[in-house]
C-alpha cells in the first residue's frame, strides 16, 4: 500500500528545547505538503539577492498519525521526494533519518520507532542556510508518500522497464523486478506483468516465479514482446504501462505499476541527436526549480503547467538546472512530451556559497546520484544526464579524474541514455583568465582571439582553456558548453569526435546561437537561460539605468531574475515571440514596444537582457512622443502602420536577425505591422490602446478539479476596456479571498520589482494582469472573490471532485 502522506501536518520555525522550557516556542500553522516555509517570511533589504532577499531559517514540520496494530508484522516506511534542507528526522522523539541535500527523494524505515494501536508523531526539521546561489525555499516542499508493505514485498521503485530492442514488426520490453525478503524465512513468490496500452489494452503478458533467501533481495527478469508498439515522440508521446503483481498461493501480496515510452536515442556528430531515427535539434529552456508565486512548493499541478506552457512557447526540451527534478515534473514531461537533461548538482566539493551542498558533497554524493537515477530510469523524458552545472574542478586534473568517477557512476546505474556537464570554460580556468585580462587590455585579448563575431565570451576559445577541459570534456557522451558558443565551429576540427549542446546561453544571443544549432550536425541543441523566469538572482534580466548603483544583480526591492521568456505567472514576453520565429515555429510578425522612461538608460544591458518591451500600444506618455519600436519577422521586408498611415518599411527576416526597428510617435489608436515576402503579405499583426472604463475579467484553466492534494486552478486576472483590449497603463490593487472546499495557495503578478508578498491575498496587476490560485482542501464547490478599487467585483465558481484511483493526475509509480 501507498498512499499520500501530503495532509495534516504543521509547521513552525524551529526552536531548540532550551527555548520550550522557557515558553518561547513559536505558534505552529496547519499546512498541506508540498509547502515552501520561507515563502512567508519577511523579505528586507539586510537579504541577499540571490535569495530574492528572503531570509534563512530553521523549520520545524511535525504530523500525527494512527499506526494500528496490524502493522507490527509489516514494514512501514515514508518518502520524502525532497525536503530543502539539512533534513532531520524523528520518530516519536528519537533520530531517525538524515538528508542533508534538498533535492533528493529518500526512505525513513519507521519500524524501529513505532508504537502499534497508537497515536505516532514524525518530526521533520528542516534548515535554509546561505547555501544557494537562487531562491530556494525551504521546507518538504515536494511530496510524501506512506508505504505499508508485507516482509516480503517489491522494493519501494524497484520495477525498471527497458526497451533493448525496438524495430518496426516488433519491440522488445525488458521488465526487471527487485523483491525484498525481510523475513527469516526463505519464501517463493509468483511476478506477473502486463503491459497495458495507451487506453488500457493488454498487449502482453508475462510470469515467473521467484526464490528470495531470508534477509536478501532478489531480480527477476521478464522479457515481453510488442507488435508494432506505438512510439514515444515530443508530437507523440505514447506512453505504455506496466502492472507487476506479486502472489503467494494464487492470493496477492504486493502490487506496482509504472509508465514507461518505447523510444530509441542515437548519438554521433555527424547525425547529432536522432530518436526513434529522426534528428531532433533540442529547443532548450534551463529553468530553476521554483513556481514563481507558488515559490518552491512542487505541486503536480503547478508543475505540468509550466510544462505545457513552455511546450506552447516552442520549447521542446527542459534542462533542470541546477538541480534533480522533481518525479511530479519528469511526469508532466513524460505525458506532455518534452525532453529533459536532468541534472545532479551545482556545486562539487568546491563551494559556492558559504553553508552549500560542497560541505557534504564527498560524503553523500554517491548516494545522490543513486536517488536521482532510480527516479528518473523510467521516464522517457529524460535522454541525459547532466553530473554538474559550472564546476570550478573541472579545469584541474584531480577534478577531471572526479569528474570521471561520477559519469562511470551513472553509467552502472543506467547506460542507456547520455551523460552530460554543464561546462564553461571560464569558470574552469577561472585564476588563469583573470590572470590573462590582467595582463592584456581589452582589446589585445580580443586580438589574441580573434575579430568580433558577436559571440558572447570569446575567451572560452583560448588555448589554455582548451587544454584545462579537455580530459573533463571526454568523460562525457555530450560535451555540455555554458556560453560556449565561441568553440563550436573550432571544436569540429580540434575534436571530430565531440558532440556539443549549448547546455546554457544568454537570451540576447537567440538567433546567432540557433543558427549555429542549424548549421552545425555535432552541435545538437540550444538552451536559454531561461525559459520561465524564477524568484531569486533579482534583475539578473534586467536594464540598468545611469542614476542607478553598477551592481550585478538588482536592489531591494527586486524579488525577479526577469530573464525568463515566460514571466513568473506564465505570460510570455517579447523575446518567448521572437525565438519562435527564429526556431521556425512562426513567421511573425509580433510588435513589441520598447517600455517609455524618462531615465537615462545603460547602453550596454546584460547579455542575460532582451529589450525592455512589451506588446502593448497603451502608454501614459505625452502625444508624439517618440517610441522605439520593434517588428519580429521571418520575412524580406515590415511595414509598419500607424491609424492608417504607413511609416515605412524595414529590411526582416534572417539577413536582418528577424528584427526591425523603428521609431514611431506615440499616438494613440492602432498600430499594425505587416510581413511582404516575395512582394505579397505573408501576415500582420496589430496593438490598440486601451480606452475607457476598465472591468476586471477572471479566466480560470478549468472549473473543474480533483480534491486531492496534488490540483490547482490557476485564474488569470486582467484588466480589460470595453473592446477587450489589455489595458497596461492603468494598475490596480486587488483582493481576493477563497471560500468553499479550498484556499488561495498564491495570489500575485509578474512585477519584477515589488514589496508586495503572495501569500497575502492583495496584490497589484502588473501591466494590467495578476494570478489567483486555488488548491483544493476537500469535495465541494469552490468560490473565489476578487475586488479592486473602481473595479466591479469578479466570482468565479470551480468545483473539486472526489479523486479516483484512474484520476487525471495519478503518479507513475507504485500502486496504491
Same mark, same amino acid.
Given at each position: 500500500m501507498q498512499v499520500s502522506f501530503n495532509n495534516g501536518w504543521s509547521v513552525r520555525p524551529w526552536a531548540s528545547?532550551?527555548?520550550?522550557?522557557?515558553?518561547?516556542?513559536?505558534?505552529?500553522? /496547519?499546512?498541506?505538503?508540498?509547502?515552501? *516555509?520561507?515563502?512567508?517570511?519577511?523579505?528586507?533589504? *539586510?537579504?541577499?539577492?540571490?535569495?530574492?532577499?528572503?531570509?534563512?531559517?530553521?523549520?520545524?514540520?511535525?504530523?500525527?498519525?494512527?499506526?494500528?496494530?496490524?502493522?507490527?508484522?509489516?514494514?512501514?516506511?515514508?518518502?520524502?521526494?525532497?525536503?530543502?534542507?539539512?533534513?532531520?528526522?524523528?520518530?516519536?522523539?528519537?533520530? *531517525?533519518? =538524515?538528508?542533508?541535500?534538498?533535492?533528493?527523494?529518500?526512505?525513513?524505515?519507521?519500524?524501529?520507532?513505532?508504537?502499534?494501536?497508537?497515536?505516532?508523531?514524525?518530526?521533520?526539521?528542516?534548515?535554509?542556510?546561505?547555501?544557494?546561489?537562487w531562491y530556494s525555499g525551504g521546507g518538504i516542499y515536494r511530496d510524501t508518500h506512506l508505504v505499508v508493505a508485507d516482509l516480503v514485498h517489491l522494493a519501494y521503485d524497484g520495477v525498471v522497464v527497458t526497451t533493448p530492442d525496438i524495430e518496426d514488426d516488433l519491440s522488445t520490453v525488458e521488465v526487471a523486478v527487485t523483491v525484498t525478503n525481510e523475513s527469516t524465512a526463505t519464501d517463493s513468490l509468483r511476478i506477473d506483468v502486463r503491459l497495458e496500452a495507451p487506453g488500457g489494452v493488454v498487449c502482453a503478458e508475462g510470469t515467473a516465479p521467484v526464490t528470495v533467501l531470508a534477509g536478501e533481495s532478489a531480480v527477476t527478469r521478464l522479457r515481453l514482446y510488442l507488435p508494432a508498439a506505438r512510439r514515444w515522440t515530443v508530437d507523440h508521446p505514447h506512453l505504455y504501462r506496466a502492472v507487476v503483481t506479486a502472489s503467494r498461493d494464487n492470493a496477492e501480496v504486493d502490487q506496482a505499476s509504472v509508465n514507461f515510452g518505447i523510444r530509441k536515442l542515437q548519438l554521433d556528430p555527424v547525425h547529432g541527436l536522432r530518436i526513434n531515427g529522426e534528428v531532433v535539434l533540442l529547443r532548450g529552456a534551463c529553468i530553476h526549480h521554483d513556481n514563481g508565486i507558488l515559490g518552491a512548493a512542487s505541486i503536480g499541478r503547478a508543475e505540468e503547467r509550466r510544462i505545457e506552457l513552455l511546450k506552447a512557447a516552442g520549447f521542446n526540451a527542459i534542462r533542470s538546472a541546477h538541480y534533480p527534478a522533481s518525479s511530479s515534473l519528469l511526469d508532466a514531461c513524460d505525458r506532455i512530451g518534452m525532453l529533459v537533461i536532468d541534472e545532479a548538482f551545482d556545486m562539487w566539493a568546491q563551494g559556492k556559497s558559504a553553508f552549500d551542498y560542497s560541505l557534504a558533497f564527498a560524503d553523500w554524493w554517491e548516494r545522490d546520484i543513486e536517488a536521482m537515477i532510480v527516479k528518473d530510469r523510467n521516464h522517457p523524458s529524460v535522454i541525459m544526464y547532466?553530473?554538474?552545472?559550472?564546476?570550478?574542478?573541472?579545469?584541474?586534473?584531480?577534478?577531471?579524474?572526479?569528474?570521471?568517477?561520477?559519469?562511470?557512476?551513472?553509467?552502472?546505474? @543506467?547506460?542507456?541514455?547520455?551523460?552530460?556537464?554543464?561546462?564553461?570554460?571560464?569558470?574552469?580556468?577561472?585564476?588563469?583568465?583573470?590572470? /590573462?585580462?590582467?595582463?592584456? /587590455?581589452?582589446?589585445?585579448?580580443?586580438?589574441?582571439?580573434?575579430?568580433?563575431?558577436? &559571440?558572447?565570451?570569446?575567451?572560452?576559445?583560448?588555448?589554455?582553456?582548451?587544454?584545462?577541459? #579537455? #580530459?573533463?570534456?571526454?568523460?562525457?557522451?555530450?560535451?555540455?558548453?555554458?556560453?560556449?558558443?565561441?568553440?563550436?565551429?573550432? !571544436?569540429?576540427?580540434?575534436?571530430?569526435?565531440?558532440?556539443?549542446?549549448?547546455?546554457?546561453?544568454?537570451?540576447?544571443?537567440?538567433?546567432?546561437?540557433?543558427?549555429?544549432?542549424?548549421? +552545425?550536425?555535432?552541435?545538437?541543441?540550444?538552451?536559454?537561460?531561461?525559459?520561465?523566469?524564477?524568484?531569486?538572482?533579482?534583475?539578473?534580466?534586467r536594464h540598468a539605468f545611469a542614476d542607478e548603483k553598477d551592481t550585478f544583480l538588482g536592489a531591494f526591492p527586486w524579488v525577479a531574475a526577469w530573464c525568463g521568456d515566460l514571466d513568473l505567472t506564465g505570460y510570455r514576453r517579447p523575446q518567448s515571440y521572437y525565438r519562435e520565429i527564429v526556431f521556425g515555429l512562426a513567421t511573425g510578425p509580433y510588435i513589441a514596444v520598447l517600455r517609455p522612461t524618462e531615465r537615462e538608460r545603460v547602453a550596454q544591458a546584460t547579455q542575460w537582457a532582451w529589450t525592455d518591451s512589451a506588446g502593448s500600444w497603451s502608454w501614459d506618455v505625452a502625444p508624439w512622443t517618440p517610441l522605439s519600436v #520593434?517588428?519580429? *519577422?521571418?520575412?524580406?521586408?515590415?511595414?509598419?502602420?500607424?491609424?492608417?498611415?504607413?511609416?515605412?518599411?524595414?529590411?526582416?527576416?534572417?539577413?536582418?536577425?528577424?528584427?526591425?526597428?523603428?521609431?514611431?510617435?506615440?499616438?494613440?489608436?492602432?498600430? &499594425?505591422?505587416?510581413?511582404?515576402?516575395?512582394?505579397?503579405?505573408?501576415?500582420?499583426?496589430?496593438?490598440?490602446?486601451?480606452?475607457?472604463?476598465?472591468?476586471?475579467?477572471?479566466?480560470?484553466?478549468?472549473?473543474? +478539479?480533483?480534491? !486531492?492534494?496534488?490540483?490547482?486552478?490557476?485564474?488569470?486576472? #486582467?484588466?480589460?476596456?470595453?473592446?477587450?483590449?489589455?489595458?497596461?497603463? !492603468? @494598475?490596480?490593487? +486587488?483582493?481576493?479571498?477563497?471560500?468553499?472546499?479550498?484556499?488561495? =495557495?498564491?495570489?500575485?503578478?509578474?512585477?519584477?520589482?515589488?514589496?508586495?508578498?503572495?501569500?497575502?491575498?492583495?496584490?497589484?496587476?502588473?501591466?494590467?494582469?495578476?494570478?489567483?490560485?486555488?488548491?483544493?482542501?476537500?469535495?465541494?464547490?469552490?468560490?473565489?472573490?476578487?475586488?479592486?478599487?473602481? +473595479?466591479?467585483?469578479?466570482?468565479?465558481?470551480?468545483?473539486?471532485?472526489?479523486?479516483?484511483?484512474?484520476?487525471?493526475?495519478?503518479?507513475?509509480?507504485?500502486?496504491?
Open positions: 528545547i532550551f527555548a520550550a522550557l522557557g515558553g518561547g516556542r513559536p505558534q505552529s500553522a /496547519s499546512v498541506t505538503l508540498p509547502h515552501d *516555509a520561507v515563502l512567508d517570511l519577511d523579505r528586507t533589504a *539586510a537579504g541577499k539577492p540571490e535569495q530574492a532577499y528572503f531570509p534563512g531559517g530553521a523549520f520545524e514540520y511535525t504530523k500525527t498519525f494512527d499506526v494500528p496494530e496490524e502493522w507490527r508484522n509489516k514494514r512501514v516506511s515514508v518518502v520524502f521526494e525532497g525536503v530543502y534542507r539539512d533534513a532531520m528526522v524523528f520518530v516519536n522523539g528519537a533520530f *531517525a533519518a =538524515q538528508r542533508p541535500y534538498g533535492y533528493s527523494a529518500f526512505t525513513v524505515p519507521l519500524d524501529p520507532y513505532l508504537r502499534y494501536g497508537e497515536t505516532n508523531t514524525i518530526r521533520v526539521d528542516a534548515r535554509v542556510h546561505d547555501d544557494s546561489r547532466s553530473i554538474g552545472n559550472e564546476i570550478p574542478e573541472t579545469g584541474d586534473l584531480h577534478g577531471s579524474a572526479l569528474g570521471r568517477r561520477l559519469a562511470e557512476k551513472v553509467r552502472s546505474l @543506467d547506460n542507456t541514455r547520455y551523460v552530460t556537464n554543464g561546462i564553461n570554460g571560464i569558470v574552469s580556468a577561472l585564476e588563469e583568465v583573470m590572470s /590573462s585580462t590582467s595582463r592584456e /587590455s581589452a582589446a589585445g585579448v580580443n586580438d589574441v582571439l580573434g575579430d568580433d563575431t558577436g &559571440i558572447a565570451n570569446p575567451m572560452n576559445a583560448a588555448d589554455f582553456i582548451t587544454r584545462r577541459t #579537455e #580530459e573533463s570534456f571526454s568523460v562525457l557522451d555530450v560535451a555540455g558548453m555554458n556560453y560556449g558558443e565561441a568553440r563550436y565551429e573550432m !571544436d569540429r576540427a580540434l575534436f571530430p569526435n565531440r558532440v556539443i549542446v549549448g547546455s546554457e546561453n544568454f537570451v540576447a544571443q537567440i538567433a546567432l546561437g540557433w543558427d549555429l544549432v542549424e548549421r +552545425l550536425s555535432h552541435v545538437i541543441g540550444d538552451f536559454t537561460w531561461t525559459g520561465f523566469d524564477y524568484v531569486g538572482e533579482v534583475g539578473l534580466g #520593434e517588428v519580429y *519577422a521571418d520575412a524580406d521586408e515590415v511595414e509598419l502602420i500607424l491609424n492608417g498611415t504607413s511609416l515605412g518599411r524595414m529590411r526582416a527576416g534572417r539577413d536582418a536577425a528577424f528584427r526591425s526597428a523603428f521609431t514611431v510617435p506615440y499616438e494613440p489608436g492602432e498600430l &499594425i505591422a505587416v510581413a511582404y515576402s516575395d512582394g505579397r503579405e505573408l501576415g500582420r499583426s496589430a496593438l490598440r490602446s486601451a480606452h475607457g472604463m476598465a472591468s476586471l475579467q477572471a479566466t480560470p484553466d478549468r472549473t473543474r +478539479l480533483i480534491a !486531492d492534494d496534488r490540483d490547482l486552478a490557476f485564474v488569470a486576472l #486582467e484588466l480589460r476596456d470595453p473592446e477587450g483590449t489589455l489595458i497596461t497603463c !492603468d @494598475d490596480r490593487e +486587488l483582493k481576493a479571498t477563497v471560500t468553499g472546499s479550498g484556499v488561495l =495557495q498564491g495570489f500575485g503578478s509578474a512585477r519584477p520589482v515589488t514589496i508586495e508578498g503572495y501569500r497575502t491575498g492583495t496584490h497589484s496587476t502588473f501591466e494590467g494582469r495578476a494570478l489567483a490560485v486555488v488548491r483544493p482542501t476537500g469535495p465541494g464547490p469552490i468560490t473565489l472573490h476578487v475586488a479592486g478599487v473602481g +473595479l466591479a467585483d469578479v466570482t468565479v465558481t470551480l468545483r473539486a471532485d472526489p479523486p479516483s484511483t484512474a484520476g487525471l493526475h495519478e503518479r507513475a509509480g507504485r500502486g496504491a
